[in-house]
């Protein structure tokens, strides 16, 4: 867990609560809520997140929120059921979509646009880094 200085605090404040902890069963959901004796409306603004949340042995709670990162990815490169994309988490993804109606002919798809992925890559890592490297991948004859 990320340990923090006093620069990196903007906000603190300690309340005086009674903090109530609910089990479940039938959904497997715990709950927990903090109740304070005097009530600060405002002071968090509501949120919903994913975190690490812990119940100490002292009674206290502490949570933790994480930011989810979201890809918000540029398109590359857009072919009849393939797309390549450059994520701001700077990795590069390759999608591949079939509907239902089209599953007869995967493979046919897979083999048309595969070379034209693999070409389009190659290229890009070229124009981006520089890198002079021999094609090695071929393709069977049908």
């Avoid at 975190?51 to 540029?74: K, V, Y």
């Avoid at 390549?84 to 509907?99: E, N």
């Avoid at 646009?113 to 389009?120: A, D, Q, Y």
Wanted: proline residues 4%; positive net charge; hydrophobic residues 30%.
């Amino acid at each position: 867990m990320k340990k923090f200085t006093n620069r990196e605090i903007v906000k603190m404040t300690t309340l005086s609560a009674t903090m109530s902890v609910c089990e479940m069963k039938e959904c497997g959901t715990t709950n927990v809520q903090v109740l304070p004796d005097e009530p600060c409306p405002g002071l968090v603004k509501p949120f919903c997140g994913m975190g690490w949340g812990q119940l100490l042995s002292s009674g206290t709670f502490e949570f933790t929120r994480q930011d989810r990162i979201r890809s918000q990815a540029e398109t590359l490169l857009r072919l009849p059921h393939c797309t390549v994309s450059k994520c701001k988490d700077s990795t590069h993804r390759v999608t591949f979509i079939v509907r239902d109606g089209e599953l007869r002919n995967f493979c046919r798809y897979l083999m048309e646009e595969i070379p034209k992925v693999l070409s389009f890559m190659y290229d890009y890592v070229e124009k981006t880094t520089g890198l002079k490297e021999e094609r090695t991948y071929r393709r069977k004859a049908a």
